[in-house]
């Protein structure tokens, strides 16, 4: 294997300061004024190049995802803190009367992925039959059931199909370079038209009354309670969402090997994953906090301060993204590209049969595809008082992800073997 050149900056802290520097460009050009930038914000929406330009930036070697600790960091402490200070404030009642079809679109969603790897390995296939040439643990099958585990529940859950269907190291490190450039070109998609989802929605004839409902009754009390934040303020929230994130951080270190050691059958939901604790326990402890006079906090910036949290995050994922890497094997990135558009498509054509807006299209299909960690980032895109659904679908996406992805790598063992 060729040695990756390193990128021109290698210090975390040099990387740190261009990212916030970025960010504070992209958000001060995006509220000015002059004709030039409100003509370009109108087409471009800010969010979408929070993650562009770090992906640019990756694609350039001026900087590198990963060698960086900057995601591990923003994903493990920044994330689950934002997604505690966007939770104390929910209208959770609000929440479920969104009803079933949030739900719905989110089981299509995984629909999609299942059926979508034999779907689009049986195109390319007849496009390329020597697709099916590998042997052994070099049989490309073996590869995609470890995407088709990543894309319904996430990291665990495609370590866990490597493990079942064994594929070779080498095979594995194609699958993680298609896995994540086309999540992550599908999550800019989805963060383009989450900022103008008015036609979609026109078209697929949505009932959009629940959703507006639920972002106009949050907006009324955080402009009812509305305030300018003391510094004791500001350390509260940031000490109720660190310290969340720390308690969440120690119950995980607990739980996660507990479960590893004395219920290793249960790994398959993700129990052993420390990750999967974290999130499930913030979020929980944020819902918790929703009942008590933490909520109140939402109107001296709480919500606000998650966002910050929460685009350095959009940040670090945006860095992890190589743009060039889709030159090195053209074919097998065809074959996801194609798996994405079977999944969406199914998603917007159940959409239109019950009427369902675009928002539980984009919000379900990233809680499949990208996990916990991006789909508050594209429900948010859509509102912030919306983040907590993103993450309560993912958080049922650790659960299906082995059994999904064992069903499509079947699927896609007998086709190879026809």
Request: glycine fraction near 10%; charge should be neutral; aromatic fraction near 12%.
């Amino acid at each position: 294997m060729e040695e990756s050149t390193a990128p021109f900056l290698t210090n975390d802290a040099v990387v740190f300061g261009l990212l916030m520097a970025t960010l504070a460009f992209i958000f001060t050009s995006s509220s000015s004024k002059h004709p030039f930038w409100v003509k370009f914000y109108r087409y471009v929406p800010a969010v979408l190049l929070c993650y562009f330009i770090p992906a640019v930036y990756n694609s350039m070697g001026l900087i590198s995802g990963e060698s960086s600790n900057l995601y591990k960091v923003a994903s493990r402490y920044l994330l689950p803190a934002s997604l505690v200070l966007f939770t104390i404030s929910v209208d959770l009642k609000g929440i479920l009367r969104l009803g079933p079809k949030a739900l719905i679109l989110f089981l299509t969603g995984t629909v999609g992925i299942i059926f979508g790897g034999p779907v689009s390995l049986l195109i390319v296939g007849w496009i390329q039959p020597d697709l099916y040439s590998g042997t052994g643990p070099d049989e490309l099958w073996r590869g995609l059931s470890t995407i088709a585990g990543s894309w319904i529940g996430g990291g665990a859950n495609q370590t866990a199909m490597l493990e079942v269907f064994g594929a070779s190291p080498v095979l594995f490190g194609q699958m993680i370079a298609v896995d994540v450039l086309v999540a992550n070109f599908w999550m800019a998609i989805l963060l383009y038209w989450a900022a103008k989802p008015e036609k979609i929605d026109k078209f697929l004839k949505a009932d959009t009354s629940a959703i507006y409902e639920l972002r106009d009754r949050i907006a009324k009390a955080r402009e009812a309670s509305i305030a300018i934040p003391s510094l004791t303020d500001i350390l509260l929230i940031l000490g109720i969402g660190f310290g969340v994130t720390g308690l969440s951080h120690y119950c995980a270190d607990f739980l996660a090997p507990w479960f590893e050691a004395n219920h290793p059958e249960w790994n398959q939901y993700s129990l052993n994953s420390a990750f999967f604790w974290i999130v499930v326990i913030a979020t929980a402890l944020g819902l918790v906090l929703s009942f008590t006079k933490a909520r109140h906090l939402e109107g001296v910036g709480a919500s606000r301060l998650g966002s910050v949290l929460l685009y350095v995050m959009v940040a670090t994922i945006g860095m992890q993204m190589d743009l060039g890497a889709v030159l090195d094997n053209p074919i097998l990135f065809l074959i996801g590209i194609i798996w994405i558009l079977f999944h969406v498509s199914l998603m917007l054509f159940v959409a239109w049969l019950i009427r369902a807006p675009f928002f539980y299209v984009a919000v379900g299909s990233q809680a499949n595809v990208g996990g916990a960690a991006s789909a508050p980032i594209v429900a948010s895109a859509f509102d912030a008082s919306l983040a907590s659904v993103g993450v309560l679908l993912a958080v049922l996406g650790y659960a299906l992800g082995t059994y999904g992805a064992y069903i499509s790598g079947l699927i896609m063992q007998w086709m190879s073997s026809q």
